[in-house]
Nanobody, 116 residues
Framework: QVTLVESGGGLVQPGGSLRLSCAAS????????IAWFRQAPGKEREAVSC????????YYADSVKGRFTMSRDNTQNTVALQMNSLKTEDTAVYYC?????????WGQGTQVTVSP
């Protein structure tokens, strides 16, 4: 069975940090482009960061550049998103994504709430 399972969400004050993790089973993350998306209430889902399958480069949305760091652990078949200097506007459900030609998988999402 192919699954992606996120963990690590929660409630944090502005300026704080959280680390999200995404564990894959049933397939190998290293063979896919992997990404973190988020969706805030009333807004469309947006890409936060991704690791290209083609060249391994990591890309970030301008809104998180310099604050978020995405990484992949091929031995554990996991991907992480370290989020620092969190802002209230980072509040959203965060989703892990893996995709390649004709195939894509999504996690169930984990809630991140940044509030005083």
């Amino acid at each position: 069975q192919v699954t992606l399972v996120e963990s690590g969400g929660g409630l944090v004050q502005p300026g704080g940090s959280l680390r999200l993790s995404c564990a894959a089973s049933g397939f190998t993350l290293d063979h896919y482009t992997i990404a973190w998306f988020r969706q805030a209430p009333g807004k469309e889902r947006e890409a936060v960061s991704c690791i290209s399958k083609r060249d391994g480069r990591i890309y970030y949305a301008d809104s998180v550049k310099g604050r978020f760091t995405m990484s992949r652990d091929n031995t554990q078949n996991t991907v992480a998103l370290q989020m620092n200097s969190l802002k209230t506007e980072d509040t959203a459900v965060y989703y892990c994504y893996a995709g390649r030609w004709g195939e894509e998988y999504w996690g169930q999402g984990t809630q991140v709430t940044v509030s005083p």
